[in-house]
């Protein structure tokens, strides 16, 4: 079943258009990755789908259900949760507390209580760690930790913006070792954004390509990289144009 689809998006910030004419289908349990150079408009992207910035044009719909121009809560009810770039602890307040803020919008306290055990029993380091204060975490701890906290919202689709952004190999390893379980153990689908189609080779699955706001390629990441089509499509060449 489709649970995301965007259809034509076109996202402006004044005079620059950042995101032009973009569509992607993500099926319920997929993971796509959205990859391109800094400033295609991945993040913009991501951000357009939470309701965080307003399309100019185009229509995303969540489980079927229309959410263009929705506020940032609502599409969050409907199942869909986002890790912005940067790994935005709160570094004074607790492990604990960092989650908590994660259910902040969830009136019911028991609720809360149940999904915070249910993310320490994936995160056992998280729980060893959960009265000391965030600020603490290595570089890689936070980024699962801001993975955990979005987490708490028990949310159907998760995007995630540049996880490996600044980490050291081995422990880029860990955090997609981490999000590949928990997409197993979770049901999740998951849109995950990476500059680099390193990951998306190693992970397998479907791939799409940004390149000036544009989707300039889109398809099995491992076929398009092994086809020197990323390549290509990374530094500005179609397939139509190839360099002399
Ligand atoms: N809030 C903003 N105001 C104006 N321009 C922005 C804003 N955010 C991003 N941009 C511009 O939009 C383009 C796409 O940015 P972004 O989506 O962050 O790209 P990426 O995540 O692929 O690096 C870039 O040219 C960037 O400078
Ligand atoms: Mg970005």
Redesign the pocket.
Known sequence: MTLLAVEGLSVR??Q?T?LRDASLMLDEGETLFVT?P???????LMKAIAGVVRPAAGCIRLGGRDITGEAPETIARLGFSMVPEGRQVFGELTVDENLRLGAGMRGDRAGAARDLESVFESFPMLKERRDGAAGLLSGGQQQMLVIARALMTRPRLVAIDEPSLGLAPLVIDQVYELLLRLRAERRLTLLVVEQSSTRATMTGGRMML?RS?RVVLEGDARELNASGAVERAYFGYSDAEEPA
């Not at 800094?38 to 913009?44: I, R």
């Open positions: 910030y004044g620059l950042a391109g800094n400033g295609a408009g991945k993040s913009t940004l706001g």
